[in-house]
Every structure is written in C-alpha cells, then in structure tokens.
C-alpha cells in the first residue's frame, strides 16, 4: 500500500518536472485530462503551448496525473527508476522506458481531434508534436480547421448525402458566378435583389442550419426573403447536380450526415476519445453542434477560447457559445490564462482598461513579468494623407536605428484606409504587403489552371468546364455552350458528358469535332493523372492544354502571369514533399480553404498592412492603428448599438493585444473616405485608456474644433500641401523643394544612404526621383517625401 501511494505521488512528481516550463495555470490545463474543460485564454497566454503540451500528455501518460491506478508487479529496481526520475536524474533513454509503466489509458494519436481555425494553426501544431514527441505522430493527431475536418468526413461518406468522394469546394469567385446563372433562369433583377445580398443570406441560412424549405417557411410574408428561398433552392440543386459544395455546406452537410446517419456518428463518437477546439468564441451554430454531436460520446471536451476576443458576429459567430459553455456542461471546469508573454505591461494595462467597459465577458486581468516598457504614442493628424506621412517616417526612423520593415504591422479598421497608407509608403520607398483574403488565388491564370485540374478530378463540375472550354480560345463559343448546357440538363446528364458525346445531338453538330477534341484531351489528362506525379500533372496540363504557349505569345504582359503559374507550380511540389500520400483530390481540398493568412512568410523584409480581423493571431514588436476616431473605430453602422459597440471594443483589445514593444495609435481631425470628407470626435477606444498609458506625440485640438464645420479654403489647403511637410512631433515643416534635384546629384537619406540621382520625372506638385543608393540598390522616391539631403 505504501508503494503504491509513494508510485503516485511520485509520478506526479515526475509529470510536473517535464511540464516545468509552463506557469501553474498552463500545467492544470495541461493535466485536467477527463471530462469538458474550458480554457479561457487571454491574448499572448501562451495557449498554442498548452494546446500542444495537453495532447502530448495525453498521448504519452493519458490521465496518469490524476489517476489512482498504478501498474500490477511493481519491481523495486521500477521503484528506484521513478525515485530518480523525479528528481531528474534519468537519462532519456532510461525515461522512454519508464513512460508506460507511468501511462494510464493514453489514448492513440489518432484518437484525438483538435480543430483549429487556420491551416496555419494546425501545421505548427503538428511540427510541434512531431518535435515533442518524435517519429512523426503529431501527424496522425487529427488536426486541422473545421472546414478541412468536414470535408474529411465527408468524403468517407459523400454517398450517404447524394455526393462522390470526390465532389468539388466552390470558392466565393465560384459561387457568384453559378448564383448569377441562378438568377437568369429565375428572372430575378440582381439591381433589385443584389446577387451579394442573396448569397450572404443563404451562409446565415446554412449557418443556422436552415435548408431551402425552412428558409422558404420562414420567409412566409415577406417578398424579398421569397426570392431569396428561390435562389436558394436552384442554387443548391445546381451545386449537387454538379458534385459540388460551398464553403458552408462542408459544415452543414456534415452536421446533418451526422444527425441522419447513427452508424456514422458512433464511429466519429468512438474514434475520437478526446476533442480540442481552438478559438472557441469563433464558432457559429453549425460548428458548435458538429463539435456538441461528436462530444456526446465520452464527454473529454477541452474548448480554448477568449471571450474578449469574440470579433467575428459578422461571419456569424456567435459569443454566447463561450459565455453558455458551463451551463452546457455544468462539470465543467474552468481555468484562467492571463499571464501574457507577448507584450509589455503599459501595452496590456491598456487593453485591460479598454475591455474591462464590456458588459459581455466572464472576466480576466492580463499580466506579464515583461516589465513595464515605452508608453502608448498616441498622434493627432490634420487628415489622412499626414497621418500616412507621419507612419511611413516612423517606421523610416525605426529602420535607421536597428529595426527591420518586418517588425512593423498597419492594422486599420477599413479596407478603405489603405489607400493613403500605400500612397505614403510607395512615395517614402518603404517596402510593403497587404495581408487580406484569397488574393494570389484570384489571379485569372491560377483560377484557369485550378479549374483545369477540378475538372481532371471530378469531370461533373459543370461551372468550372465552363470556365476552361474555351480557353485557350478553341472555337467553341457562349452559344454552342449554352445549347450544350440545355441538352444537358434536359437529358438529366452532366455537361461533360454532352461535350464528350456532341456528334450525337443535332444541334451541336458543326461543333461537335472542336467539343469531343476538348473532351479527348480532358481524358487523356485524366487517364494521365492515374500514373503521373502532381507537379508532372500540372506540367503535362499547362502543355497539352496550349495554355502556357497562349501566354508566351503575349510577350511582355504575360510576364507577371507566368511568374504566378510558376508561384503555382512551387505550391504543388511544397504540397507533395509535405504530404506522403499527396493526391490531386487532397491538393485542390487544401487550396481550396487556403487565406493569405495561411501563407504569411514573416521572413520577408516588408511592413505588413492588413486589417483588424486579419491581425488575430498574429503578432508584431510595433503596430500602428490609425483612424482611432468615431465613425470609423468604431464604425458609423455601430454607434447605435451597444452588442455591435462591444463587437468593436473586442476588436479594439485584439488590435492592441498584437503590439509586443511598441504601438502608436493616431486619429484625424478629418477624413476623406468615399469619396466624401468628415470630421470626427476621437474614438472612444482613446478616451478609456488611462493617461499615464499615453504619450501624445502632438497636442490634440479642443473638441469644438473636431467638430465644426471645416472652413473649406483651409480644407483645401491642407489636402493639397500635406504631402510637401515633413511630421514630426513637433508639427511640419516644409521639405525641401523638389526642383532643386538634378542628375548626377550626390544624396544622402537617413534610412537608405547615399546615393546618386539618375533620374528626375515632374509629377504634379511633386517629383519621382529614381536614386542608385550604395547599399540598397536603385528605388524610387518622391521628393516631397524622400527627406533627402544633398551631400
């Protein structure tokens, strides 16, 4: 009895010596193994580290930690083993062969899902685990977003809901275009009944959960909603007479499969003996029944989330998931995360007071041993062109004292706020990307190329053969495709399947030759895609479709449009060395759900610029957050509502949340965003924190003075002159006129060097200087910006 007792208390002994680097609050997360757990975890807690150290807890000692049980037989030689074990003085070699003895009930890798929001999310999980535990079985954790996880599911079950395993992810691009087909065969008028309007109603229909017919019985009464359930209804029908899902079908659809189909659902239930979720204040109706369905079975529920940043209402999440977990499960267990390893104590006594003015939250106070750090620089800008004057030579000054581009993030509130930001930083030679939503897979030639091979992988995908047929140009035109469509769905048949046999209708004679050529290649680049290697694919498609020949023969235009073809290529050969099993079906899935955010390369050497929403999870040493002024954060359709103002205070505290060293916060007297000019108060965001925080770089003008109407001749004034002053924190002061530069002049710039002139280019009331600087090579500059010196 006594050796049992000593056993126990010495594992846990042992435990706590390989978990030691966690603080307490980590270290019970990471050992409250059974039942549901909710894991509040304020911004920089470290909650990837908890995340990642539970499942490799659970893999190698399951609920040894809390357990009772110890193991039959136990040797002194086992007894003395652990003795030394808990004072760390085994080697590795000797503790892997202690660890079962130590273990109870550790579950399979793949017994554990933890669902994610970003692919990028789940990759790092599994590097980590992979490194923590070796021989690669953080890859067999089933880790991956929601979107990817169902798509899994579904395609191991794809018949039981009317589909193949190998039906297609329609992008946004995608749906728009089959909704606008939708909308011709109904008649309907997209100025009337926007096509924009009509497909966000139906992502909150599926959301919610609500199929064609409900959505139908609860328009009841109102005209517009009827249309909408119209389109709804043909709008699913063509998606599965295609072999095809949207976005939001992956959840819904899988949501439903499980509810209709016991035998599915009872072997996910008992498959997966514990479920992570990640971001948990993120998820919307769909998404917390899948994960409420999947629990049902052993109850091992750890959700990880931060009320405080709930900021997605608008994609349909819904807070109250989070704030109601306890009352779902009423023993649940709840622990606090709130020491911050990320950023300074000024930067989070900030977000603290700004947060603590929501009603909406369960309440935590950040802290870290990071010290106390620089205060908030908070600048008060005439307009928006000297705010970006005023970050550009900022980031400028930064970078001549020792500090990268990269360290530098531009988070606005507004997609509209990037446009004087850019202008600021391309006239300054400030290098520069923007982080936001699907861009580099919008290209026309990547969208071309991707419908290529969706076609190779499921030949149903009418709206993508439509796409393809006739590009590169083959003579088959909008009304041979039309009337091939017609016979199509007349016939009950796919597209393809007309194309492929055109010389046995009538009406598609002439072109039948040119449609079953189209159809002959499409089958050999199949029959092709059965022995070849992805890339080997990808290369044989851009071939034997003419595609690559089309834009060689376009000269010096095409340029930017191969690069992004060879981009692809890079993409699909990463793909394969990353995937043992890579197939054609698992790369077009992995695209399909891909963000910039998941391709974010913080080795590149350029200020990032991206919006709030886009910012979560990532962090950076300095952050600016300009148009910090009511009506713009928080927005003018938000003011008016207390829940949406919260809404903008949690984005607010994210915003704030991603500054590790530094944050500079600025806001304008007024702002031309539009199209039209308006002057503001400043945000209320500003007002909540406390002035010991803030270092005001520029005295702020009275408020009476925001708020007047604008003399329009100085309004004026200040528009058109605002580019030729310098900003500093003492005011502007004239730069240099631009005239005075000729070629073959020696210069000097603070950040960039020295340099020659070599060429001098009139612009309006400015001019573009093209430097050769020593160091950095030949940039562009405009003169009113460049703060240049003659040497």
């Not at 808990?86 to 399979?108: D, H, Y």
């Not at 490194?131 to 018949?159: E, I, P, Q, Y």
């Not at 992008?171 to 096509?195: A, F, H, N, Q, S």
């Not at 270092?695 to 925001?706: A, F, G, N, S, Y």
């Amino acid at each position: 009895m006594d050796d049992m007792l000593e056993w126990i208390k010495l594992r846990k002994a042992v435990l706590e010596r390989e978990f030691k680097r966690m603080n307490k609050m980590q270290r019970q997360a990471v050992f409250s193994t059974e039942g549901p757990l909710l894991i509040l975890a304020g911004a920089g807690s470290g909650k990837t580290t908890v995340l990642v150290n539970r499942i490799s807890n659970l893999i190698k000692y399951g609920s040894a930690y809390h357990s009772d049980e110890t193991p039959a037989g136990i040797t002194e030689r086992q007894m003395e083993q652990l003795r030394l074990a808990a004072k760390g003085k085994l080697s590795s070699e000797e503790m892997a062969e202690l660890v079962p003895l130590l273990a109870v009930n550790p579950p399979k890798p793949w017994q554990i899902l933890a669902i994610t929001f970003t692919n990028k999310a789940a990759k790092e999980l599994t590097d980590r685990l992979d490194s923590m535990l070796g021989s690669d079985m953080g890859k067999d954790v089933w880790a991956s977003t929601f979107h990817a996880t169902c798509a899994r599911m579904l395609r191991r079950n794809a018949d039981r809901m009317g589909y193949t395993s190998h039906f297609t992810i329609r992008d946004t691009d995608d749906t728009r275009r089959l909704m606008k087909e939708c909308y011709k065969t109904l008649d309907i008028d997209d100025k009337v009944l926007p096509i924009r309007s009509t497909l966000s109603e139906i992502s909150r229909a599926k959301d919610q959960l609500a199929s064609p017919g409900m959505y139908l019985i609860q328009a009841e009464g109102d005209g517009r909603k009827k249309k909408i359930a119209q389109a709804y209804a043909l709008y699913q029908k063509r998606l599965q007479e295609a072999d095809a899902m949207d976005f939001d079908d992956l959840l819904m659809q899988t949501v439903i499969m499980l509810e209709q189909n016991e035998d599915v659902l009872e072997y996910y239930q008992n498959r997966f003996h514990y479920i992570m979720v990640d971001e948990y204040q993120d998820t919307n109706m769909a998404q917390y029944r899948f994960i409420r369905l999947l629990a049902e079975g052993r109850r091992n529920l750890c959700v990880v989330g931060d009320d405080d940043q709930s900021i997605y209402k608008f994609r349909g999440a819904t807070i109250e998931n989070i704030l109601s977990f306890e009352k779902q499960y009423p023993d649940a267990q709840v622990i606090r995360l709130e020491e911050n390893y990320r950023s300074t104590q000024c930067i989070l006594d900030a977000a603290n007071a700004v947060i603590q003015n929501n009603s909406e939250r369960k309440g935590k106070k950040l802290w870290t041993r990071n010290g106390q750090g620089d205060k908030i620089d908070l600048y008060d800008a005439d307009n928006e062109m000297e705010e970006a004057k005023f970050i550009a030579d900022k980031i400028l000054d930064d970078v001549s004292a020792g500090r990268k581009y990269a360290d530098h993030a531009v988070l606005y509130r507004l997609n509209a706020q990037a446009s004087a930001l850019e202008r600021a930083l391309v006239k300054s030679g400030v290098p520069y990307r923007i982080l936001a939503g699907l861009r580099f897979y919008e290209h026309k030639e990547i969208k071309d190329v991707i419908a290529y091979l969706s076609v190779i992988n499921n030949p149903n995908d009418d709206l993508r053969l439509r796409r393809i047929i006739n590009e590169p140009k083959r003579q088959i035109g909008d009304a041979t495709v039309g009337t091939a469509s017609q016979i199509a769905e007349g016939l009950g048949l796919s597209l393809y399947e007309v194309v492929k046999t055109a010389d046995q209708y009538e009406p598609l004679m002439r072109s039948a030759p040119r449609l079953m050529a189209f159809a002959a290649m499409m089958e050999d680049l199949s029959a092709a895609a059965e022995t070849l290697s992805l890339h080997e694919l990808y290369e044989r498609v851009l071939d034997q479709t003419g595609y690559m020949r089309m834009l060689e023969g376009q000269g010096q235009e095409a340029i930017s449009r191969i690069e992004n073809l060879n981009e692809f290529s890079s993409t699909i050969l990463s793909y394969e060395q990353e995937n043992e099993d890579a197939s054609l079906a698992g790369f077009l899935e992995e695209i399909s759900l891909m963000t910039d955010v998941d391709n974010y390369d913080q080795s590149a050497d350029a200020v990032v610029l991206m919006t709030l929403h886009s910012a979560k999870g990532l962090e950076f040493p300095v952050v600016f957050i300009p148009g910090m002024e009511e009506g713009v954060f928080p927005g003018s359709q938000s003011i008016y509502s207390p829940d949406l103002v919260e809404e903008e205070r949690r984005l607010c505290y994210v915003g704030i949340t991603r500054a590790r060293e530094k944050l500079i916060l600025s806001r304008c007297r007024s702002r031309m965003l539009y199209g039209s000019t308006t002057r503001s108060k400043g945000s209320r965001f500003v007002e909540e924190i406390p002035e010991q925080y803030l270092d005001v770089l520029r005295p702020r003008k009275p408020v009476q003075e925001w708020t007047k109407k604008p003399n329009e001749k100085m309004l004026h004034r200040q528009v058109t002159t605002a580019a030729a002053h310098k900003v500093g924190t003492g005011g502007g002061t004239a730069s240099k006129p631009s005239a005075s530069f000729q070629p073959g002049d020696q210069v000097s710039h603070k950040t960039f060097g020295t340099g020659m002139v070599v060429g001098v280019t009139p612009m309006g009331n400015d001019t573009l200087l093209e430097i050769a600087f020593d160091k950095v090579g030949t940039k562009k500059l405009m003169a009113n910006f460049a703060r240049l010196k003659k040497a």
